[in-house]
């Protein structure tokens, strides 16, 4: 975890000087003008849990790296308080010893860069094992959790090559082996795919999410890119002359944008690109239940029969019942009509209108192996129309 509590970031001599500034509402230029100051991160606070990957998105100079570099100490924190769980529990980090900081920055922060930052005089497994080795390991364990990590990323066999020999989607690679092999828990990722052309680009993006669901980080991720955001953020935080103005979860930002500059960032989005099942659906809560059966649509006389597993659970048409599938990553096309569909929370919503339409049945959700919403006709117009069920 990770908490930045209404931090203030401030470039040149005596930065305090611009905080009565800053208070007073005025501008980064005038206060630029005025001190000779750069106000880059304003009044910024902003959580994010374990498992979680928060996108930082704005425009250049919105002071996105600003603020994620104050996480390890990078840029120093004018006004306050960055909190990290440590294994003291939640401490802040400002407040700890110099000592202390580079016990948490060793233990519990890595980091991605843009540039690779790769050492060329050694070979891609020593360049893994760097960070290890400065943490005092052993050699031959420091060796055996460099491939072990390399291998994760696809790259056991390069582990002797120089970083010259690779690409730089392969260098970028072992950049994220590297983070990860520190085993911390947060990791800092400051526009790291952004020197990539797109298709490697896409297929890093791939990895990291593929990684995540593996490890379970808490990730910062500055990006400029909207795609990048939406494809790999829980939530996205979107910055504009060093203040957050909207936090929030893809969807929302894409369906709901909080003023005109969050407006035109996701102008050109379309909602069933973005919009997941999780969103898109309505809760079991809402929903009227009748002997034990719960009304999908009085139309159309749908129930839902739940067993005690998905396969033991049903859909009822009056006397017509149409048992259960979970529908496994696959063809839309190809789907069997004698079922209705039950797909995972995260299933995009171009992919829940895809089955809704080639079942001819509404879409269940699951979670954990559980069945928890449904998608019909009318969450689905809803969506296309800009309006999510769950801020109706
Ligand atoms: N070390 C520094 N010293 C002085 N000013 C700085 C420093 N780092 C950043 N700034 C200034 O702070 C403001 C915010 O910069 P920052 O790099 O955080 O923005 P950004 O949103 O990450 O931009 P980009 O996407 O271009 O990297 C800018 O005006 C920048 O010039």
């Known amino acids: 975890m990770i908490e930045f509590k209404n931090v203030d970031v401030v470039f040149g001599k ?34 994010v849990g374990k498992g979680e990957i928060c996108v930082l998105m704005g425009l250049s100079g919105s002071g996105k790296s600003s603020l994620l570099r104050t996480a390890n100490g990078l840029n120093p924190v004018t006004r306050g308080d960055v909190f990290l769980e440590t ?46 080795e400065q943490k005092g390991l052993d050699k031959s364990t420091v060796r055996t959790k460099a491939i072990e990590q390399l291998t994760l990323v696809g790259l056991g ?4 090559k120089k970083p010259s020999e690779l690409s730089g989607g392969m260098q970028q690679r072992v950049g994220l082996a590297r983070a990860f092999a520190m085993e911390t828990d947060i990791i800092l990722m400051d526009e790291p795919f952004s020197a990539l052309d797109p298709l490697i680009r896409s297929d890093l993006q791939d990895e990291l999410l593929r990684l995540q669901k593996q490890l379970n980080k808490t990730v910062l991720f500055v990006s400029h890119d909207l795609d990048e955001a939406l494809k790999l953020g829980n939530h996205i935080a ?21 003023d005109d500059y969050v407006e035109a960032f996701v102008a050109h989005t379309n909602p069933i690109d973005v919009v997941n099942a999780q969103a898109l659906m309505r809760r079991f809560d809402d929903f009227r239940e009748k002997q034990g059966e719960i009304c999908l649509s009085e139309r159309d006389d749908c129930w839902l029969y739940q067993g005690d597993s998905i396969n033991n659970s049903a ?17 839309t096309d190809d789907v069997n009509k004698k079922r209705a569909l039950v797909v995972p929370l995260e299933t995009r919503m171009h992919t829940v209108m895809a089955l809704r339409y080639q079942s001819g049945h509404g879409v269940l959700v699951e979670q954990d192996g559980k069945l928890v919403g449904h998608v019909g006709d009318r969450e689905i117009y809803h969506a296309m129309l800009g309006k999510l069920i769950g801020d109706k």
Do not use: C
């Open 14 to 47: 005596q930065p305090e000087r611009a905080l009565p500034l800053m208070d007073n509402g005025e501008s980064l230029q005038e206060i630029q003008e005025k001190t000779g100051l750069t106000a880059a991160v304003r009044n910024a606070s902003l959580k």
């Open 87 to 132: 294994d003291q529990g939640i401490q802040n980090f400002h407040e700890l010893s110099e000592d202390q900081r580079r016990h948490v920055r060793m233990n519990r922060i890595s980091m991605v860069f843009q540039k690779f930052a790769l050492m060329p005089w050694l070979t891609v497994a020593e360049n893994v094992a760097f960070g290890l």
């Open 157 to 160: 066999e390069w582990a002797d």
């Open 238 to 258: 979107i910055m504009k002359d060093g203040a957050i103005v909207q936090h929030d979860t893809p969807e929302n930002i894409v369906m709901n944008p909080a």
């Open 315 to 331: 859909i009822r048409y009056g006397d017509t019942k149409v048992p259960l599938e979970v529908w496994r990553d696959g063809d």
